[in-house]
């Protein structure tokens, strides 16, 4: 029979960050999504088995939020590796994300759920996870980008695929086309909402996006099949140039 220990933190402690309140934590949930600026998603990394010391590695280097998206576990699993990510995420004062699942999110007491345009609506991602966590979402169009600077319910967006990858597979390219339209808009609108490039980010690729207008990125590849993920992390993360 699969364990049910993933979902014992959440059941004791649902909002923890280390603030006195869970007003005071939807605060400094925000405060770290403000300044993030490096956004990791791996998978549970079961062929390695280095799961623990891969995220541990990930955050030291200067990743802000990780996210674990991997299709292949099971929900069981899945609440395993993110009670991992959260423990994590907590030593170094980062963020942590379910993807897709907001029932898994809710029970795993992640710091951020993040949706795409065919998942659940964000009306009702709210609704199930409260106001206190961080929500984002996929756009993938200039339209998908203007609905993502106005619907209350939405903490940040990302904007891609910039180049296609095989993370998503038939997925086109957007190019950078988008990312210099979200960056007009911002500049255009005076939004503050946090957006991330994504899409085929590396350390090749890294200073198009910034040219492009992003300042914030999604990266995959570029650390989880690094030999030193810490220092491929410490690498992107100087590239950035600060927020403004």
Known sequence: MASNAGIAPFLSNPFDGGASSTS???ALYRQRLASAQLYLCTD???GKGDFADFVDAAYRGGVDIIQLRDKNIEAAEELACLDVLRAAAQRHGKLFS???RADIALLSGAHVLHVGQDDVSLPAARHLMGPHPVIGLSTHTPAQVDAAMTIDELDYFCAGP???TPTKPGRAAAGLE???YAAARTTE???QRAWFAIGGIDHTTIGHVIEAGARRVVVVRAITEANDPCSAAESLKSALPPLS
């Open 162 to 164: 910039v180049w296609a």
């Open 44 to 46: 549970s990394r079961k």
């Open 24 to 26: 005071d934590t939807a």
């Open 98 to 100: 379910a993807n897709d």
């Open 178 to 180: 988008l990312v210099q």
């Open 189 to 191: 609108t005076g939004s």
